[in-house]
Structures are given as structure tokens and as C-alpha cells.
């Protein structure tokens, strides 16, 4: 079955007792047994819940994984992974990082004797130097947030074969349409499906899609036992979402590459970051590993000013100022300020996450209306 057809059929089947072609909202917190222990399958919907189980399926489908996991978040997904891990246990995670992650990580993980280190992936042999025998996960985000930095992902997993350690990767920004993790040797995908998989910004929610059965149902246990799933009413926006998803991410990324190019020639932005344009540095690798270059695109001034990026963000009309991004409208957020404040602002520099990056989530709009607002808010004729 081709990627447009999962997304619609990929793990569903008609609700058998009516012959619903969608799956219904089963609002329930429990299920009848027919003797102590007797059950259909479901007996509490912390453990399983038809309508987030249909989710489930159709994550597990798309993303070519065994077993599919739904959250109330994104950040409760990756809450999920961290607790496979041990005390003194120890985490590669690439250093361009939603900030989010990394407060995660640093704030709450690391006070449970966790271990964290930060590198650029740019470059695999960067991973291998600090690799440990206690190294038990690899952490990986492509493109990364905000810089829109890529990670080859067959390389990360060609250099741990063998070894007792994970790799998981946050596919959020690419989606299953673009890059499939788990064909590349992945253990782990995770994303924030808030974003694109629900597409319309009204849903909080994040998944996981593990490998194999085996790690999937530890993944399971951690689900049950920490009881942070998603209830079945975002389980069905979720999974209506995701019937759209090829149709929404061919548009975001030719809208992307049209914003990009023009961003590229505008004579007030010092540096576009976008994997679709061949100045991105790793423009081979997304050709490569991604189908599409995505609607996620970052830019710099010429003044270095951060002034003129707020400027610019408070002229915007048809753009949205807003958290989050993935959504069929175009937003547009200022990292250092906005979703990237918990990062210390030593490390956001040494990083290159200026206070003058604009990060644009490019919706499905008319490309052309999409134009004319950037070229009124940057106040040119350009």
C-alpha cells in the first residue's frame, strides 16, 4: 500500500458493529466484561480506548513502524522514551534542539542522574568521539528546530549497529510524508502531532512509533503505567488530520520553497535557512533522505538587529504571530522570545539562534497572498 493510500486506509477497518466508515469518538473510561478478566480487548481506556487504538494503527501504518503510541503531547511522548532509560544512563542529543526538549531534558531528566550531551550531528564522527558505554539513546531531530540543520539518518544508525544503544528521532517537522525514520534504521519516532499530522492547530497531542513489538510494548507499559495518552475525542482530530497529510505537505513545501526563494533575494535578509535552496549546506542530503523539502523556513536580517525581526513580525497580516507551527495557516515566531526562550542565551548564540531569526511555519495559502504580506512587512517593493 503507496503513502496516499495508508494515510486513509493504513491500519483502519470500518467500526464492525455498525459499519461506520469513521471510526466514532468511544467517550468511555471503561468497558463491560463478560466474566472477571473476559474482555473484548478493552477494559480501561488508560490502557486502550477504540478511537485512539484506530490512531494508533494508522501512526504504526505511515510511519512503517510495529506498534503505534498516542500522548496527550509531544513533550509527554518524549517523557515516554526517557523512561526506558536507567540512572547513570546516557543520552547523544544533536545541540539544535527545541528548546522544549532540552528544558526536558535538562531541567527535569537530569536531576535523575540521567546524563545529557549535546553535539552537532553535522558531522557523524562528532558522534562516535563521544559515545560511551553508557550511552544508551541517540537523540536526533531533522530538520532541527529552528536552524533547519539535517542529521543523516542511516549514517547515525550504521555507526551504533550492534550496540546497545537507541536511536529515536523527532519527525516533526518532516512528517512521515517527507522522511520515514524506521526505513533507515531507526528504533524510535517521535512527533509532536499537534503539528502536522493534525494540521489545523485546534489539537494537543504527540505519538510515538516504535520498531518492533518489543520495544513498542515496553513503550506500552510506560503509556499505562504513567497515564499520559490522549483522549479519544484528539484522537479522532488526530486521526482526521492524517488523512490530509499528503495533500497538506505537497502544499506546505512548494509554498516553503516559493517563501524561501523569495527570501533568499530580499536585499534586507542576511541568510535563509532551508534545505530545499541549494546554498543549505546539506541541500544533497535532503535530496537524499527527505521527499520534500517541507514548509518550515528561517531567516536572518542584514542588520542583525533584533528590532527590525520584531518589526517585521508585528507588520505581518496574512502570517499569524503565534506559537506552534504545522497548521494549514502560516505562522511565524521569533525563537529567542517565543519557543526557544528556556535555552540560555550564551548557548542560543553559540548555536547561531540570534535574536534576529524569524522561523516561519508556511501554511497552505495562496502562495502569491503569502508573498505580498512578506513584502509589506518588511515595509519594501521588493
Not at 221 to 237: E, M, R, T, V
Not at 371 to 378: E, G
Request: aromatic share 8%.
Amino acid at each position: 500500500m503507496n503513502f496516499n493510500t495508508k494515510v486513509i486506509h493504513g491500519g483502519q477497518q470500518h467500526e464492525p458493529a455498525t459499519g461506520a466508515v469513521n471510526v466514532p469518538v468511544f467517550l468511555t473510561s471503561t468497558f463491560a466484561q463478560k466474566s472477571p478478566g473476559v474482555h473484548s480487548g478493552y477494559e480501561y481506556s488508560r490502557a486502550a480506548n477504540p478511537t485512539r487504538q484506530a490512531l494508533e494503527d494508522s501512526l504504526a501504518s505511515i510511519e512503517n513502524g510495529a506498534k503505534g503510541l498516542a500522548f496527550g503531547s509531544g513533550l509527554a511522548a518524549i517523557d515516554c522514551v526517557l523512561k526506558l532509560l536507567n540512572p547513570g544512563d546516557e543520552v547523544v542529543a544533536v545541540d539544535d534542539l527545541y528548546g522544549g526538549s532540552y528544558r526536558m531534558f535538562t531541567k527535569l531528566f537530569q536531576k535523575y542522574q540521567l546524563k545529557f550531551t549535546f553535539v552537532s550531528f553535522d558531522d557523524v564522527s562528532k558522534i562516535a568521539d563521544v559515545i560511551t558505554n553508557e550511552t544508551k539513546l541517540i537523540w536526533l531531530e531533522t530538520p532541527t528546530n529552528p536552524l533547519m540543520k539535517l542529521v543523516d539518518i542511516k549514517a547515525v544508525t550504521e555507526l551504533v549497529k550492534g550496540k546497545d544503544i537507541l536511536v529515536a528521532v523527532d519527525n516533526t517537522f518532516a512528517t512521515p510524508y517527507i522522511q520515514r525514520p524506521i526505513d533507515l534504521g531507526t528504533d524510535i519516532v517521535m512527533h509532536s502531532a499537534t503539528k502536522y499530522l493534525g494540521g489545523h492547530s485546534d489539537v494537543i497531542a504527540g505519538a510515538l512509533i516504535a520498531k518492533n513489538e518489543e520495544l513498542g510494548e515496553k513503550l506500552h507499559f510506560i503509556q499505562f503505567a504513567s497515564g499520559g495518552i490522549l483522549g479519544p475525542h484528539d484522537s479522532y482530530l488526530v486521526l482526521r488530520g492524517i488523512k490530509t497529510l499528503a495533500l497538506r505537505m505537497q502544499r506546505h513545501s512548494e509554498n516553503g520553497l516559493e517563501v524561501a526563494k523569495y527570501l533568499q533575494n530580499h536585499p534586507a535578509v542576511e541568510k535563509v535557512y532551508y534545505p530545499g535552496l541549494e546554498s543549505h549546506p546539506q541541500y544533497d542530503l535532503a535530496a537524499k533522505q527527505m521527499r520534500e523539502p517541507g514548509g518550515m523556513v528561517s531567516f536572518t536580517f542584514k542588520s542583525g538587529k533584533k528590532e527590525d525581526a520584531i518589526k517585521f513580525l508585528e507588520n505581518l497580516k496574512v502570517f499569524t504571530l503565534a506559537e506552534s507551527l504545522g497548521g494549514v495557516e502560516s505562522l511565524a515566531n521569533h525563537p529567542t522570545l517565543m519557543t526557544h526562550a528556556s535555552i540560555p542565551a550564551e548557548l542560543r548564540a553559540e548555536l547561531g539562534i540570534t535574536d534576529d531569526l524569524v522561523r516561519l511555519s508556511v501554511g497552505i495559502e495562496d502562495k502569491e497572498d503569502l508573498i505580498d504580506d512578506l513584502k509589506q512587512a518588511f515595509g519594501s517593493e521588493h
